[in-house]
């Protein structure tokens, strides 16, 4: 079975500094791990994915995040935090070996920036 | 990116009707579609797996006489909430997959909030 956790329900942060988003997670085998941004009534927006090759991953947004395969971790993070970061944020996995395996989603964490 | 739509965004509804939300992939054939559930400040939980042409794969816990999903063509896909209670208030999420280049991809529609009255 596949599980992600995100252990940190709020991170508040000031505009300006930077920011992590922790997850880790646990899947067999190989894993896919992506993180996903929610504003509020809205759908998921993509953000990055881990698939292979180097284990720091660049995405949107000025977003990067680190694959740790010995710490089982993907935590996002971003240098220079902005006020317009505050939303809600998913870390999912999904496992290599079947094409109808579903992204399984950690239970988000909400992060605040404060002007 | 592809793009996932659903339809309708919103439907406020009587307990005891019945709801059905469309998702459409505008771009791509989506070989698999998921439909997720999401309580206000709580992530999304899987409802459900279906391939085009194919009965849908219910998560435990799910009540697949309730939660009706047909997934007729490589481009549709409906979620039909059938005898609605408030309880099934939430916001609901469908996914799409596709094939070929596409297959590590999975693209979100913007969710329908459903409030059962």
């Known amino acids: 079975a596949q599980s992600v956790a995100q252990p940190e329900d709020q991170v508040n942060v000031a505009e300006g500094n930077p920011l992590t988003v922790k997850c880790t997670y646990s899947?067999?085998?190989?894993?896919?791990l992506f993180w996903y941004v929610q504003y509020p009534n809205r759908g998921l927006q993509f953000l990055l994915k881990?698939?292979?090759?180097?284990?720091l991953v660049k995405g949107s947004y000025g977003f990067e995040a680190e694959f740790n395969k010995s710490q089982t971790s993907f935590h996002l993070k971003k240098p220079s935090a902005l006020v317009s970061d505050s939303a809600l944020y998913f870390c999912a996995v999904r496992a290599t070996y079947s094409g109808n395996t579903p992204l399984v989603f950690g239970k988000g964490t909400r992060l605040s920036v404060i002007a | 990116g592809a793009v996932v739509s659903q339809h309708p965004s919103w439907v406020i509804c009587k307990s005891g009707t019945s709801v059905k939300i469309e998702c459409r992939s505008l771009d791509f054939q989506a070989t698999t579609m998921f439909w997720y559930r999401q309580f206000p400040k709580q992530s999304l939980m899987l409802m459900a797996t279906?391939?085009?042409?194919?009965?849908?794969?219910?998560e435990q816990g799910v009540e697949k006489d309730k939660f009706l999903i047909n997934h007729a063509s490589l481009t549709l896909s409906t979620l039909t909430v059938t005898s609605a209670h408030p309880e099934d208030s939430s916001f609901y999420i469908c996914?799409?997959?596709?094939?070929?280049?596409?297959?590590?991809?999975?693209?979100f529609g913007p969710g329908t909030r459903l409030t059962v009255l």
């Open positions: 996914s799409a997959r596709g094939g070929g280049s596409r297959n590590n991809e999975q693209f």
């Open positions: 899947v067999s085998g190989n894993p896919y």
């Open positions: 279906s391939n085009e042409g194919s009965k849908a794969t219910y």
């Open positions: 881990y698939i292979t090759g180097d284990n």
